[in-house]
């Protein structure tokens, strides 16, 4: 992780970050607010009260437990969009495989790991003449959480019995985006 702690400054610096204390939801927060925010902007959060998955879903998660963020990529063509679904999946499993867990991938939206659900991703766009204006993507890992109640779920505490500091994972997944970012 120390490799991490010497990247901060220059993440920071390629990005734009707005770092809530809670907000109903990081992919809403962007969507509301597409028109004042750049490109690569990203919304962190410690806690979700509305946070949601595919077709409208809650996402549970305890407060300051998570990883809860979503970013927002302006002007993307057409064509690119399964390519950034590609880029995201691969970003978060180079994360997760950091750990020594095995992801796998669960269509539409779901990152499993010994068949629990350890992430889920929301991509949501705003499509307009053969581009999309906005594309948020939404990004909720279970980090530290213990326990998942009537949820098939885990988190990398419960499979590696370590606990992380969420800002750095933050900072760690943040760094493999940019690496990745085809």
Avoid: H
């Avoid at 809530?20 to 009260?49: A, G, I």
């Avoid at 690119?80 to 939206?109: A, C, E």
């Avoid at 906005?134 to 213990?146: A, E, F």
């Amino acid at each position: 992780m120390r490799v991490i702690l010497a990247l901060q400054s220059q993440i920071l610096t390629k990005i734009k970050l707005i770092d809530l204390k809670k907000v109903n939801s990081t992919n809403d927060y962007l969507k509301e607010n597409f028109n004042k925010v750049d490109s690569f902007t990203f919304v962190k959060t410690n806690y979700q009260s509305n946070g949601r998955g595919q077709f409208d879903r809650k996402w549970q998660a305890k407060k300051k437990k998570n990883l809860l963020f979503s970013f927002i990529i302006k002007d993307l063509p057409q064509n690119q969009l399964s390519l950034l679904t590609t880029w995201v999946r691969k970003s978060i499993f180079n994360v997760l495989r950091f750990y020594n867990l095995n992801p796998v991938f669960k269509n539409p939206n779901d990152i499993l790991v010994n068949g629990k659900k350890i992430c889920g991703i929301l991509i949501e766009t705003l499509y307009d003449q053969n581009r999309y204006k906005y594309v948020v993507i939404g990004i909720g890992l279970n980090v530290n959480q213990k326990v998942f109640l009537n949820l098939n779920a885990t988190s990398i505490y419960n499979e590696t019995k370590k606990k992380i500091k969420v800002n750095k994972l933050f900072l760690f997944m943040v760094n493999e985006l940019l690496t990745n970012y085809f």
